[in-house]
């Protein structure tokens, strides 16, 4: 009896257990340099610095610890609950807020036999917990008893649910080119260098999905959620200490996760951009996790890049472009794509 | 029994939530527990594999309508006593729905077709099976026209929502994107040259 139990129901729950510990922890650990790299290198394109007391490594990389000594601060010092906010709600807004960012990592193949859940209908397991992100921000906001945070929050809600529309149909593209809603199965489709990967041919839909994937993280510019100079810091303004940094942690974490899906659905996700082009021996040839990670980097760096470069968006214009430019541009693009297919143009499966 | 104990797990979280979706006083409440009681059916539904229900249950329900739910909700700021004083006026309506709704389940129970004796626990499906195809694969072939028809009339309740809602004010300020957009910097910049003068 116990043994039966301990092996139908321990075993799959403490294995799951551990494949959510080591992705929340290497989420968390990218989070933390993704920090460093991003202050750094806005300090670059200003003709500063950047974080340069905290630590180095063998002299080099001044300042690289910078993010966890700041974690260190955020931990030790006071969580204000505000009077008259909602307590229950106040405190798991930012829990609310981090879990569907970490959750949705499940579903993502890192690599061509990593993958913690191959799923199926792995696409729309990743719909379905990106739409849930919303929720942290707008019980933020309203458990905080102030209208900054409650604007903020009215913002952002709004703001994420119209590109999330643009979104959906820039990924329907995807499952059109890839016919299949398997993350994995979206890689493979995708076999043959650079120019085989769905950016060639779906040119439209990967700039609205880029573009709406700055929107959905509600960073520069699309950042009216936090719009320092109209409502102070939106929908976390009244939040300090940890539960601040956990709010941090989930804007990062999902734009990592951001970065990660339009590799993965654009960019040929782990495969290398010169397979087909060399011979399959080079190791440059070879599909592998580092392609991945060069890809994710390479899309955080044009989140920073885009930060450092544009002023921050107008709020109707926001909603003009959601609405007006980017939806009508991925429902041509779909028909278009339809056309292509039926005629049998570019890489479509018959 | 993974499976047993999981179900039995979330049916009693999507009871509780339910539950309190109509005894908590505070609206908000409320609507929270109702996604919460969504989150979880979508979860005992991925427990009979039928993944694109569920997924699609979070997408719509959880992701879209109750975020507009609570927008509105939080918007109204419902006076919390004023909700308490309709209670007992309008408590036979709300046991009248109750009765009628046991009345319909009772009726499914006892029917041949749906009731308790009327098949076995459904076999699980073999692996490689994706419920998202299949169901893809009807809705384009045997059900094509009735997919269209609700595609159609989705389609005419968003123009008929847009219509109603749509009033044209006067007087309104309408920003011009393209007129924006167009404005050369001779349009507005005037740059006036005047010799320097004396102070006098």
């Known amino acids: 009896m116990l043994q039966s139990f301990l092996e139908v129901l321990l075993l799959p729950v403490v294995q799951s257990m551990i494949w959510i510990l080591v992705v929340a922890v290497s989420v968390i650990l990218s989070v933390a340099f993704a920090v460093y790299w991003e202050r750094k290198l806005i300090g670059w394109m200003q003709l500063r610095k950047g974080p340069n007391r905290v630590g180095s490594i063998f002299g080099f990389w001044p300042g690289v610890f910078q993010a966890f000594a700041d974690v260190l601060k955020l931990l030790i010092k006071e969580v204000i609950v505000p009077a008259r906010a909602n307590k229950v709600l106040f405190g798991i807004a930012p829990i609310i807020a981090l879990v569907p960012a970490l959750a949705t990592w499940a579903v993502v193949p890192l690599s061509p036999d990593l993958v913690i859940s191959d799923i199926d209908a792995g696409l729309l397991y990743v719909l379905a917990l990106t739409s849930m992100g919303v929720y942290g921000v707008i019980i933020a906001g309203w458990a905080a008893n102030s209208k900054y945070a409650f604007l903020g929050a009215m913002r952002s809600a709004a703001q994420i649910v119209a590109y999330e529309i643009a979104m959906g149909f820039a990924l329907v593209g995807v499952l059109m080119a890839a016919g299949s809603l398997n993350l994995g199965e979206i890689v493979r489709a995708q076999q043959g260098g650079a120019l085989a990967w769905n950016w060639f041919w779906l040119l439209p839909l990967t700039i609205v999905y880029i573009i709406s994937g700055v929107a959905e993280t509600n960073r520069a510019p699309f950042d009216v959620a936090e719009g320092e100079s109209e409502i102070v810091a939106g929908f976390h303004v009244e939040y300090s200490g940890i539960a601040f940094a956990l709010f941090f942690l989930a804007e990062y974490a999902n734009m990592l996760l951001i970065s990660a899906l339009t590799a993965v659905f654009f960019f040929g996700g782990w495969l290398s951009p010169f397979d087909g082009y060399l011979s399959p021996d080079n190791i440059l040839a070879k599909p592998g996790f580092p392609w991945l990670g060069l890809k994710i980097s390479l899309f955080m760096f044009l989140y920073f890049w885009l930060r450092a470069t544009f002023p921050r968006y107008r709020y109707d214009q926001i909603m003009r472009l959601g609405w007006k430019v980017l939806i009508p541009v991925t429902l041509v693009w779909i028909a278009v794509e339809g056309v292509m297919a039926w005629f049998g143009v570019g890489p479509w499966r018959a | ?200």
């Not at chain 2, 309008?90 to 009628?100: D, E, P, Q």
């Not at chain 2, 195809?133 to 009807?138: C, D, F, K, N, Y």
Request: with cysteine.
């Open chain 2, 1 to 200: 029994m993974f499976v047993m104990i999981l179900f039995y797990a979330f049916s009693a979280v999507l009871i509780a939530a339910a539950l309190a979706v109509i005894t908590t006083r505070n609206p908000v409440y409320s609507a929270l527990c109702l996604v919460l009681a969504f989150f979880t059916s979508a979860a005992i539904w991925l427990l009979i594999e039928v993944e694109f229900l569920a997924l699609v249950l979070v997408l719509v329900y959880v992701g879209a309508v109750m975020v507009l739910f609570l927008f509105v909700v939080m918007m109204l700021d419902v006076e919390v006593e004023q909700a308490r004083g309709g209670f007992t006026r309008y408590a036979w309506l709300g046991w009248l729905t109750a009765l009628v709704v046991i009345l319909e389940l009772v009726g499914v129970y006892a029917s041949h077709r749906f009731g308790a004796d009327a098949g076995a626990v459904p076999a699980p499906t073999p692996e490689g099976y994706s419920n998202t195809h299949e169901l893809g694969t009807l809705l384009y072939t045997d059900y094509v026209y009735a997919f269209e028809l609700a595609a159609v009339l989705l389609l005419v309740a968003i123009v008929a929502a847009i219509a109603l809602t749509m009033r044209k004010r006067a007087g309104l300020k309408v920003q011009d994107i393209a007129k924006q957009v167009a404005v050369r910097r001779e349009d507005r910049v005037r740059l006036v040259k005047m010799d320097a003068e004396k102070r006098g």
